[in-house]
């Protein structure tokens, strides 16, 4: 317990309140929080053996923590990962819950406002350098390795709304790089119906309405290409799509539709 702070928990009815706040700063680590409940109407015949933390974090995420009981006080330690994030500055909230011997319980009032993380002045620490650790309006950023789809069912974009402090995910970017790779670098093909049938090129974006039965005729293709087609089905339909080899038959209700074609040595569809 190399660095260390004592705080007093002070109960009065309802309510908890520390006699000074805790201050501490992002990528703060390995930090012993001491306290001492004050005033604690609550016994127990076999004394309090264990106790839990529930720390409630600015961006609403919930953690818990197991502290030690040492000569009758609570022993928090900050490790590393706790406040080393950029969604992890701000306020907190946080609460006790002692257990006996027996496994009963008792909690102690939640303490508002008296925990506060800040940034550190100069460069970013920890990991919130790295996508997906990242806040709007606040200059850094955070995220998923998956994508998400950047049209709707009915071919609209699938717009974000973007509120203060909402995490700027790696996901949510790609979306919008898959929205520009479809508007700048490669346009839409739109595709009639000839005879009952329509033909497919090598198109990475290609477009068609369909009112009634029909068969897609797949391009002759390279090993590993993708192709994606926008399927606009004016009423539930059958759609035949054939390959040099093979017929596949699937039927589609109405609606929009985008329609994922990989070609692996076979065609695999996905809708």
Not at 100 to 111: G, L, T, Y
Not at 191 to 208: C, F
């Amino acid at each position: 317990m190399a660095i260390y702070n004592r705080y007093e928990v002070r109960i009065s009815g309802a309510s908890a309140t520390l006699d000074k706040d805790i201050l501490l700063t992002r990528g703060d680590k390995d930090v012993s929080l001491i306290f001492n409940i004050d005033k604690f109407g609550f016994k127990s015949k076999t004394n309090f053996t264990k106790v839990e933390m529930t720390l409630l974090k600015p961006n609403m995420d919930t953690v818990f923590l197991n502290p030690t009981i040492e000569e009758g006080e609570i022993v928090v330690k900050i490790s590393e990962d706790i406040i080393d994030e950029s969604i992890e500055v701000g306020g907190y909230s946080f609460q006790f819950s002692l257990f006996d011997s027996e496994d009963s319980k008792i909690s102690i009032p939640i303490i508002h406002n008296q925990f506060y993380v800040s940034e550190p002045l100069g460069k970013n620490v920890g990991s919130s350098d790295k996508v997906d650790n990242s806040l709007s309006n606040s200059a850094y950023s955070s995220g998923n390795s998956s994508n998400m789809s950047v049209l709707n069912n009915d071919g609209t974009f699938n717009k974000k709304t973007w509120g203060d402090k909402n995490v700027i995910s790696s996901e949510k970017l790609n979306q919008y790089e898959n929205a520009f790779d479809m508007l700048f670098d490669n346009k839409i093909s739109v595709k009639t119906i000839v005879d009952g049938v329509i033909t497919l090129d090598n198109s990475k974006y290609q477009q068609a309405e369909v009112e009634n039965e029909v068969t897609i005729k797949l391009p002759s293709a390279t090993y590993n290409s993708k192709f994606i087609l926008f399927l606009n089905c004016l009423q539930t339909v059958a759609v035949s799509f054939k390959s040099t080899s093979s017929i596949n038959t699937i039927k589609l209700e109405k609606g929009y539709y985008a329609i994922e074609l990989y070609y692996i040595g076979d065609w695999i569809i996905k809708y």
